[in-house]
């Protein structure tokens, strides 16, 4: 190394003062690459920085009790979320400041490469009014509502305005809003229509408050993916897990399907039946 690691002056030779510190941080690289091995082997126990970021749609309190679970199984794994847009995840998995997402996606369709696209479950949209609306189920009523969406950039907002277009109308924009418990609270109050997925209206028991409304040829099914850009290490056993979770989860959502509702009519509404 250049340098003089031992005191000859007494035997057996020794570690002189150099030597003692070189030996030191010596030990110290090799636990760090034995560290090192273990991040990168997918066999060994999940340890470290598990990044995880979450679109809006499904940045709810539901995926606490899966998180938690996660943090139990795996002591040693800490976990960052981000709630962000979609294509802002993407962006920051390209980039290397997330390890996996969780994401909605238009049915049929995949993250852009060279990201890996991981389908767990199916949703559905529905467009809801106040249980005091009284709008039909049509195009031509619907694009004269006042609508409370999610800002530009997300992909179900995208898909809705493509459908309506396609029959010669425009969504007048009432309200721009990430949160959907806040878009639910606004349809509640009246204030405009909205597109909420069917998972989220059923867990809140909100379908009293709201009404279902069908308009022709709408029928938009997103898909439920985690994203990644590759192999995680030793944190892919935590990714496995949390897809398992995730993916139960989203299955019991859709063992409770909202009740399709008639035109206009409340989706808890039932025909009265003739007395005799």
């Known amino acids: 190394m250049g ?9 057996p030779p020794r570690l002189n003062s150099l030597g003692s510190r070189v030996l030191e941080q010596a030990r110290d690289l ?9 991040l990168t082997a997918s066999d060994a126990e999940p340890h470290g ?3 995880i970021g979450l679109s809006h749609p499904l940045a709810e309190g539901t995926l606490i009790d899966p998180i938690l679970a996660l943090t139990e199984k795996y002591p040693k794994v ?8 979609t294509g802002e995840l ?8 997330l390890d996996v997402a969780a994401v909605l996606l238009p049915e049929g369709k995949t993250a852009p490469p060279p990201l890996l696209t991981n389908i767990i479950a199916s949703d559905r949209m529905e467009i809801v009014q106040g249980a005091a609306g009284n709008l039909d189920g049509d195009w ?4 004269r509502a006042p609508w409370v969406l999610n800002p530009p950039g997300c992909p179900l907002r995208a898909s809705l ?26 349809v509640q109050s009246g204030y405009g229509v909205g597109l909420l997925p069917a998972r989220f209206i059923a867990r809140n028991h909100s379908i009293d408050a709201v009404k279902v409304l069908r308009p022709p040829s709408f029928d938009l099914h997103p898909s439920v993916a985690l994203v990644r850009v590759g192999p995680l290490g030793a944190l892919g ?11 139960q989860l989203f299955e019991a959502d859709t063992a409770k399907p909202v009740t399709r509702p008639r035109r206009g009519v409340p989706a808890n509404r039932r025909e009265a039946r003739p007395r005799k």
């Open 90 to 97: 993407f962006h920051r998995l390209l980039a290397g400041e």
């Open 49 to 51: 920085l598990l990044r």
């Open 78 to 85: 800490r976990l960052r979320l981000l709630s962000e847009l």
């Open 3 to 11: 340098a003089e690691l031992l005191d000859r002056s007494v035997k």
């Open 161 to 186: 305005i493509d459908r309506m277009e396609r029959d010669g109308f425009t969504p007048m924009i009432a309200a721009e809003i990430h949160n959907m418990h806040l878009q639910l609270a606004f």
């Open 237 to 247: 056993k935590a990714v496995e897990q949390l897809e398992h979770w995730f993916r």
């Open 30 to 38: 090799l636990q760090r690459t034995e560290a090192l091995k273990s």
């Open 140 to 143: 031509k009523s619907l694009g």
